[in-house]
């Protein structure tokens, strides 16, 4: 697993599973768009857009260097409920998916769809 450290701290803000990293090198797009939105049974989902050629080359104020791709953070409350989280790319029966390990949620829904944060 890949951390991704900062000056100001000295343990990975984001951690990115080989499996991740892999699956972000295939995107044809220069990487993602990582968000929350209000929704679901217990307060937030995560969202994931594609980036578009144009937005990759903004300077973000929070963004993270993923080998050739970038994660954008959509927003400081989508950086600041996801730092310490670990990203992953598991199957789960037939079909593939991003999952998030976040140790800022106190909770998620039985079907894993949505997190709180209270």
Not at 55 to 67: K, N, P, R, S, Y
Request: charged letters at 20%; a neutral charge; hydrophobic letters at 35%.
């Amino acid at each position: 697993m890949t951390g991704r450290t900062y000056p100001l701290h000295p343990e990975p803000l984001f951690t990115f599973t080989p499996a991740f990293e892999k699956h972000l090198e295939k995107m044809a797009s220069p990487g993602l768009k990582v968000g929350l939105k209000k929704v679901g049974c217990n307060g937030y989902s995560y969202t994931f857009v594609t980036l578009t050629e144009m937005e990759a080359l903004f300077m973000h104020v929070h963004d993270v260097q993923v080998g050739t791709k970038k994660i954008v953070f959509e927003d400081d409350n989508a950086w600041l409920m996801l730092k310490h989280s670990t990203f992953d790319y598991v199957r789960q029966g037939l079909n593939f998916k991003i999952q998030i390990t976040n140790p800022n949620a106190k909770g998620q829904c039985g079907c894993g769809e949505s997190v709180n944060f209270d």
